[in-house]
Nanobody, 127 residues
Framework: VQLVESGGGLVQPGGSLRLSCTAS????????IGWFRQAPGKEREFVSW??????????WYADSVKGRFTISRDNARNTMYLQMNKLKPEDTAVYYC???????????????????WGQGTQVTVSS
């Protein structure tokens, strides 16, 4: 599956951005999508993952973004979104989406689980 992210940019603290991750070559019904971020000099960090089950939509968030970020999907557009609200300077990073065929939640926070990665999009939170 090929992934393309968009939606990054410069925003003031407290502001919002919505990132998009569009997939080709597969559908979101058959893969789990993770969002990760990497700040300069730091390791890649888990942000959120989402996957569609037979009847439910499952999602999980890192503690650092819980209550501020929301992951959602548009199956018709084969696109996953990461809505980021109440942004903080420490949210500044390159954000990546990634895909895996695995569905075991215990593995979905590990970037090594994912097979396909987007090119990344820069998010800068600064006044």
């Amino acid at each position: 599956v090929q992934l393309v992210e968009s939606g990054g940019g410069l925003v003031q603290p407290g502001g919002s951005l919505r990132l998009s991750c569009t997939a080709s070559g597969s559908t979101f019904g058959s893969v789990s999508i993770g969002w990760f971020r990497q700040a300069p000099g730091k390791e890649r960090e888990f942000v959120s993952w989402g996957r569609s089950g037979p009847y439910l939509w499952h999602a999980w968030y890192a503690d650092s973004v819980k209550g501020r970020f929301t992951i959602s999907r548009d199956n018709a557009r084969n696109t996953m979104y990461l809505q980021m609200n109440k942004l903080k300077p420490e949210d500044t990073a390159v954000y990546y989406c990634a895909a895996t065929s695995r569905s075991d939640a215990s593995f979905l926070r590990d970037p090594n689980t994912y097979d396909s990665w987007g090119q990344g999009t820069q998010v800068t939170v600064s006044s």
